[in-house]
C-alpha cells in the first residue's frame, strides 16, 4: 500500500479523486495554504489527513508519493525536495519555470532512478486524440507535411484576475501551449530542428501584467515536417484545441464547429470524426502513474517526454521574446 501527499487544492482536488479510487493507495494526506480550501475538501470525502505545510507532506517518511497541484512558481522546488526525500512525484504542467530550473530536475531525477515522476499533460487520454495517433501509427494520413495545433485558452479572467497573471514573466506556452506540444511530439516522435516565434498582448496590455498573452511559433522539425504552434490566452473562444494535420493521402481538421477526416483526389470525401472530445479527466493519468511504481508499468507520460515537451515551450520562448 502507498501514502499520498497532496499539495495545492484546486485541480488538486481532481488527483485526489483519481487516488481515492485506487485501492493500492492508504493514506491520503493534503496540504493548501488556503485553510478555508483544505477544511471544505476535507469536509468532502472520508479520512484524510491534513498537513501543516507543503514541506510538512514532503518530508513526511509515511509518504510514498508527493502529487504537486500548487501554483506554478512553487513546482520546481517542490519536485527537488520532494525527490531529495525520496518520494515518487506527480506534479502538474509546468513542472518549472526556466531552463536552470528544468536541468536542476532532470539532474536530481538521473541521481533517483528508482523513483517515478509524470507530469498532467492530459490530451494524450481524450479518445479523439488516441484514434489520432493510432491513425498515424497506420499510416492512415500517408505522410505528414504540415501541422497546426493552436490552444485556444479562452479564459482571460483567469489571467487578468487569478494567480497566473501575478506570476513574473507568465509564459502562455509553458501553463497551457505545453499540452499542443505535448501532443506534438506523441504524434510525431522528432526532434526539433528550429523555431521562429511572434507574440503579442493585446488582450492584456490595458492591465499592466506585461504577459504576452498570444503567441505563435513556426517550427520545423528533424523530420522535415512544419508545425504551426499557438497559444492564445486571450482569445474570445471556449476553451479548445484546434488541430490541423495534413498528410499526403488524407487531413484532418478539428476546429470549434466541425471535426472532418478528409480523403481521396480529385474528390474528397468527408467523414466526421465520432470519438468523444476531448473526454479526459483531470485524474486520468493518475492510475497510470501508480500501476507503474507498484508494476513498473511504462509511463503514459515517461519522463524523458515530460522533460522535452518542457524543453521545446522554453525554446519557443526564446524564440517569442
Ligand atoms: N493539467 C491540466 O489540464 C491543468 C488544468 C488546470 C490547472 N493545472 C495546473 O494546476 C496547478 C494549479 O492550478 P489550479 O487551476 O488548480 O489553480 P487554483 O487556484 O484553482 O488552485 C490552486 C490551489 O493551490 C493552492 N496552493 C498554491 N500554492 C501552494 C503551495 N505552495 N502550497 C500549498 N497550496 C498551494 C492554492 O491555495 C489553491 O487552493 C497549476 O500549475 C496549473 O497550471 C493543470
Request: aromatic letters at 10%.
Amino acid at each position: 500500500m502507498l501514502n499520498v501527499g497532496i499539495i495545492g487544492l484546486g485541480v488538486g482536488e481532481q488527483h485526489l479523486i483519481g487516488f481515492k479510487k485506487l485501492k493500492a493507495i492508504k493514506d491520503i494526506y493534503i496540504f493548501d495554504i488556503n485553510k478555508k480550501k483544505m477544511k471544505e475538501v476535507s469536509k468532502k470525502y472520508n479520512g484524510l489527513i491534513l498537513g501543516n505545510s507543503a514541506e510538512d507532506l514532503i518530508e513526511n517518511t509515511d509518504i510514498d508519493i508527493v502529487s504537486i497541484a500548487s501554483f506554478d512558481q512553487f513546482h520546481c522546488r517542490q519536485i527537488l525536495n520532494a525527490l531529495k526525500n525520496n518520494k515518487h512525484v506527480f506534479c502538474e504542467k509546468p513542472i518549472c519555470q526556466n531552463s536552470k530550473e528544468l536541468n536542476l530536475i532532470k539532474k536530481k531525477l538521473t541521481s533517483k532512478p528508482n523513483l517515478k515522476m509524470t507530469t498532467n499533460t492530459i490530451l494524450r487520454t481524450s479518445p479523439r486524440f488516441l484514434d489520432i495517433k493510432n491513425k498515424i501509427r497506420k499510416k492512415y494520413f500517408g505522410e505528414i507535411y504540415y501541422i497546426e495545433l493552436d490552444y485556444n485558452y479562452g479564459r482571460l479572467h483567469k489571467l487578468v484576475g487569478g494567480w497566473r497573471g501575478r506570476i513574473k514573466d507568465f509564459s502562455v506556452f509553458l501553463s497551457g501551449g505545453i499540452h499542443m506540444v505535448d501532443l506534438l511530439n506523441w504524434f510525431l516522435d522528432s526532434e526539433v530542428d528550429s523555431i521562429k516565434g511572434f507574440s503579442n498582448d493585446f488582450c492584456t496590455k490595458k492591465n499592466k501584467l506585461n504577459i504576452k498573452d498570444n503567441a505563435v511559433a513556426l517550427v520545423k522539425l528533424k523530420n522535415k515536417v512544419i508545425v504551426k504552434l499557438s497559444c492564445n490566452f486571450g482569445c474570445v473562444y471556449p476553451h479548445f484545441h484546434r488541430v490541423i494535420i495534413y498528410g499526403t493521402n488524407a487531413t484532418y481538421e478539428q476546429s470549434f464547429s466541425s471535426e472532418y477526416f478528409f480523403k481521396g483526389r480529385p474528390n474528397v470525401n468527408r467523414k466526421k470524426a465520432n470519438t468523444e472530445y476531448p473526454g479526459v479527466k483531470k485524474s486520468g493519468l493518475i492510475k497510470n502513474f501508480v500501476e507503474s511504481i507498484i508494476y513498473d508499468k511504462p509511463l503514459t507520460i515517461p519522463k524523458n517526454e515530460m522533460l522535452k515537451a518542457m524543453k521545446i515551450c522554453l525554446k519557443i520562448n526564446e524564440a517569442i521574446s
